[in-house]
């Protein structure tokens, strides 16, 4: 019922910037909150920010707070990552995900649509 589209990876040095962007298809995008999370060759998929349905309340993983920055535009069913200060540590596939969870967002088994992920290499 929704689908997800990341955009806006690719390959910085260590203290650039990026800002990832991710597309819904689908009219019901306001009605989900949207989380990203992030996969690193041989780790376990983690939790990056999490952002509310109406846009007023976000999270973030301790590693990222005041780094990364999340937002969604609901007119135009979309949510961004916007990525500061980055360090070679940051480094994954980033993927944009849904949910209708209210509570332990930073579960990925919370979310029911993922995208198709997005490489962000950031380079010592």
């Known amino acids: 019922q929704v689908q997800l589209e990341e955009s806006g990876g690719g390959l910085v040095q260590a203290g650039g910037s990026l800002r990832l962007s991710c597309a819904a298809s689908g009219r019901t995008f306001s009605s989900y909150a949207m989380g990203w999370f992030r996969q690193a060759p041989g780790k376990d998929r983690e939790f990056v920010a999490y952002?509310?349905?109406?846009?007023?309340?976000?999270d973030y993983a301790d590693s990222v707070k005041g780094r990364f920055t999340i937002s969604r535009d609901n007119a135009k069913n979309t949510v961004s990552l916007q990525m500061n200060s980055l360090k070679p540590e940051d480094t994954a596939v980033y993927y944009c995900?849904?949910?209708?969870?209210?509570?332990?967002?930073?579960?990925?088994?919370?979310?029911?649509?993922w995208g198709q992920g997005t490489q962000v290499t950031v380079a010592s």
């Open positions: 995900a849904s949910t209708k969870a209210g509570s332990r967002w930073y579960l990925s088994e919370k979310y029911s649509y």
């Open positions: 952002i509310s349905w109406s846009g007023g309340y976000t």
